[in-house]
């Protein structure tokens, strides 16, 4: 039994199932004599047809990665543009003091100047320099962040967060009261990263807390389904509404009066999206912050447990 189209049919079998065949005709008839048969010849289409869906798949699936990778290069060309803008500002206004500084230092020490002038002078050089290899080791952090491409394994939060924390100087007892608040999950995370995201925020922590306080970090995990957010809380000097739109943006300071370059939360977010998370904030001034990212589960069937 034949069903379809004039060159493409259906060719049914007893049995129901359908062929697909392509069809064509030769009429039969004597030389410049009437015609008194027709031969019709069916191809087989089957195997031509499941091909050609295969190639179309091949196709959509090839157009869907290369979609993927150019909106990839382009985010990474965005960024790489935004750095090399921000070097061309932010990293010369060191050199520029240290310019200044070196000229005053010149002219005063031409017409006789005091061992303090000197010293002070010299001073401010040191400190602008000092500035500037910051700016120019965390640019070039954030260009790593952004170009390498890592892996992701399990990692137990708990004991990596109580292994970094025992690390830096800053974070000791004696500095600062940061405490783990129950158990932390195990994340799919690349453990370089993680260790840029999460002392980052503690350095943060402890840093921007009013002159005298101890500052205070509280560590913990809150189940979100797949996904799990650790919280970064601290007693610190709190941000202004206003500002916290721009916080995880590159050479964004918030304040003059703490020393930093600008570029720490810009990394924060960059190695959590890397490894297909979120970051966010919640900060009131005078109130402390509460920062935190989100990661996914190692095993999702553990969430709520």
């Not at 995990?221 to 970064?232: C, F, L, P, Q, Y």
Request: charged letters at 25%.
């Amino acid at each position: 039994m034949l069903a379809g189209g004039a060159n493409h049919r259906l060719l049914l079998t007893r049995d129901g199932a359908e062929i697909p065949a392509g069809t064509s005709a030769a009429p039969i008839r004597q030389p410049d004599g009437p015609l008194f048969g027709v031969v019709l010849v069916f191809r087989d289409l089957a195997e031509q047809r499941k091909a050609q869906q295969v190639l179309e798949r091949s196709k959509e699936e090839l157009e869907r990665l290369v979609a993927e990778r150019t909106a990839k290069l382009q985010e990474m060309i965005n960024e790489l543009q935004h750095v090399s803008y921000a070097i061309t500002h932010d990293m010369r206004a060191p050199l520029r003091a240290m310019s200044a500084f070196a000229d005053m230092l010149g002219e005063k020490a031409a017409t006789g100047a005091t061992p303090a002038e000197t010293q002070e002078y010299c001073r401010r050089i040191l400190v602008a320099a000092e500035r500037l290899d910051k700016l120019i080791l965390d640019a070039l952090q954030y260009n790593k962040t952004v170009l390498l491409e890592l892996p992701l394994e399990p990692v137990d939060l708990s004991n990596f967060t109580s292994d970094l924390i025992k690390t830096y100087p800053n974070f000791q007892p004696d500095k600062a009261d940061i405490r783990i608040e129950g158990p932390l999950p195990v994340v799919l995370a690349n453990e370089a990263l993680l260790t840029q995201c999460l002392s980052n925020l503690l350095r943060n922590a402890v840093k921007f807390v009013a002159s005298g306080v101890r500052p205070e970090v509280r560590i913990s995990a809150e189940d979100r389904g797949a996904m799990t957010r650790i919280w970064v809380k601290d007693n610190g000097i709190g941000i202004p509404a206003q500002a916290q739109q721009r916080l995880f943006k590159m050479f964004q300071r918030l304040t003059h009066d703490y020393e930093g370059t600008g570029i720490g939360l810009a990394i924060v977010r960059k190695v959590v999206e890397r490894m297909g998370g979120n970051v966010g904030a919640e900060s009131e001034p005078g109130r402390g912050s509460r920062f935190w990212f989100e990661l996914r589960l190692a095993d999702p069937r553990m969430h709520g447990n």
